[in-house]
């Protein structure tokens, strides 16, 4: 099974135009960050962005990972600036757990079913993947999906644990004809793994005549280093 998968680096924001507060310097910056309190965002490219309009009419949490879209207003200084806040979406956001405490009495561990990284890179203190699932077509029978990176720090690897609650494709689970490709973002804190480390997840194989998932799933990793 082969599988490609993209590491992002945080990028430099080139930012040009005047610095009137009711002008646009930036259309459409889209990224992820911290909303460190309940009005400033911290970004991964360690840029300071204090909302001072909310077009996105978002509740804004301090202390949570974000997923945010916005035009840039104002300079203050080369890594502070006023911002309209058009988007904003709060990404699970959780620590890894090591293979002792998986427990598959509790429902988040009950099963492991096939989830596809299809992007992941280190930012903002965060490993950051996303992963598309197959969820229901009929949104009325959606279940609760979970996600979890476990952690093995003796074999240097990481692993994503979906458990979809009978909620995916394959024995014992729904018909394609029944599902649809979702796309979610996950981010897992990384102050106890880096780069060294490999990363595991489970995919659907595919045909190779016809280029159609099949039911059966496998091992896909990669090795960041």
């Known amino acids: ?7 992002l680096s945080a990028a430099v924001l080139m930012l040009c135009g005047c610095d009137k507060e ?5 259309i459409n910056e889209y990224g992820f960050g911290t909303m460190v309190t309940s009005g400033v965002i911290q970004s991964d490219g360690g840029l300071k962005y204090n909302i001072t309009k909310n077009e996105a009419n978002a509740e804004l949490q301090a202390g949570k990972r974000v997923l945010y879209v916005c035009d840039i207003l104002k300079r203050i200084s080369d890594s502070e600036f006023n911002i309209n806040l058009k988007q904003l979406s709060y990404p699970l956001s959780k620590k890894p757990v090591t293979p002792a405490e998986v427990d598959s009495s509790k429902d988040e561990f009950k099963a492991d079913n ?4 299809d992007m992941a890179w ?10 598309n699932l197959f969820i229901s077509k009929d949104a009325d029978k959606r279940k609760t999906h979970y996600l979890n990176l476990v952690l093995d720090k003796e074999k240097k690897t ?3 644990m979906h458990n979809a609650d009978g909620e995916y494709y394959g024995e014992g689970g729904m018909e394609l004809e ?3 490709l979702a ?5 897992f804190e990384s102050t106890d793994f880096d780069t060294s480390y490999t990363l595991h997840w489970k995919w659907h194989a595919t045909n190779d005549d016809t280029g159609d998932i099949t039911p059966a799933s496998g091992d ?3 090795k960041f280093q």
């Not at 796309?183 to 981010?187: F, G, L, P, S």
């Open 1 to 7: 099974m082969r599988k490609f998968l993209f590491v």
């Open 114 to 117: 096939p989830a596809n990284v």
């Open 122 to 131: 280190f930012a903002g203190g965060y490993l950051n993947l996303r992963v």
């Open 22 to 26: 009711n002008d646009v310097l930036f």
């Open 158 to 160: 990481v692993t994503l």
């Open 220 to 222: 896909c990793s990669y």
């Open 183 to 187: 796309q979610t973002y996950a981010c």
């Open 178 to 180: 029944d599902l649809m």
